[in-house]
């Protein structure tokens, strides 16, 4: 019977990694979680340990004996020489013999949100994009290009910009903000001491702690730009990524196409973010509901179960975002 079916969703990404045993009737049978999950900033022996320890959660607080017919995994970067093969040895160490399936993230993340197959999904985090999905498939993304050269309105662009409006600020090329003290706290750089060539010496110390971390490492102070709403340098900030993630889901908008958008990490969800851009593409014409979305898990498991030609109603998908979402607080 198609209830006997058992599957496996994964969710990997690039700050960790999730896994579910789903039944074909919806129902979450299992979580685990696990480590970092992206064989292309991680190397595979590594993605592969995260996921197998995510796998093995899921499966030991399932407790069921009947093989996993079927594995989705949701990944970026997914693309990796050879397929999925980096995978398979670990997955068999845990008594999973099943074709594995790779699915973008994105689409994982769209469909944790809705089981509807048409629609438009925006995700910001440490990074920013914006797809539309058509039957059920990403059918065209927008930005997503990464920290250098994209990712406009995301973690990291808006911890950029609260960095060069702090070195202004310091240099006295810029307007005085709030975001200078709040800054330098949380680097933990004071302001005493003697000029620096005739600069201030907490610019020096800035520039320091800046080149001698990770450009990634600028998003931990995005939340800044949010914490002094009367600031109009922070106001500025924020603004201008309200409207790139805003413009991200009007460049994938499609007259002829409805449905919801589904929006999803730590920045686009954010009250003041998610209300600006939803306002602004409503007025673009991208009127369907909005639904929020912690990650790509329940999603996941959507897409093993189509990927097993089980087609997740209304009720199905309810099922499944209610009982993950149970044994997430079990695990």
């Known amino acids: 019977m198609i209830t006997m079916l058992h599957l496996l969703g994964i969710d990997a990404g690039g700050t960790s990694t999730r896994a579910m045993v789903v039944r074909a009737d919806g129902q979450c049978l299992g979580v685990g979680r696990g480590g970092r999950g992206n064989p292309v900033s991680d190397g595979v022996e590594a993605a592969a340990a995260s996921i197998g320890q995510a796998v093995a959660g899921a499966l030991e607080r399932w407790g069921g004996a009947e093989p996993i017919s079927g594995v989705a995994l949701a990944i970026a970067g997914g693309s990796v020489a050879g397929g999925p093969r980096w995978l398979s040895p670990t997955l068999a160490a845990l008594g999973v013999d099943a074709e594995i399936r790779v699915e973008p993230d994105l689409l994982a993340m769209f469909a944790s949100g809705t089981h509807e197959p048409d629609g438009y999904g925006l995700v910001a985090g440490t990074g920013a994009t914006a797809v539309r999905v058509r039957d059920g498939e990403v059918d065209a993304t927008a930005d997503g290009l990464g920290w250098l050269i994209g990712d406009s309105g995301s973690g990291f662009w808006i911890g950029h910009q609260v960095a060069r409006a702090v070195a202004a600020d310091l240099d006295g090329r810029g307007p005085s903000t709030s975001l200078t003290p709040a800054v330098l706290d949380a680097l933990g750089i004071t302001v005493e001491g003697p000029l620096v060539q005739g600069r201030v010496p907490a610019l020096a110390r800035f520039v320091s702690a800046v080149y001698g971390a990770s ?41 002829g196409l409805r449905g919801p958008l589904v929006i999803g990490g730590g920045v686009a969800t954010q009250a003041r973010i998610r209300e600006a851009v939803t306002t602004r593409v409503r007025a673009g014409g991208v009127d369907g509901e909005i639904h929020l979305v912690d990650d790509g898990l329940v999603g996941a498991g959507v897409l093993a179960l189509r990927r097993a030609g089980v087609a997740p109603d209304a009720e199905t998908f309810a099922r499944l975002r209610d009982t993950t979402a149970a044994a997430r607080q079990l695990g």
């Open 215 to 255: 450009p990634l490492r600028l998003a931990a102070l995005a939340p800044l730009a949010f914490a002094d709403p009367a600031d109009e340098v922070a106001d500025a900030i924020v603004t201008a990524a309200e409207e790139a993630l805003a413009q991200a889901v009007l460049d994938v908008a499609e007259p």
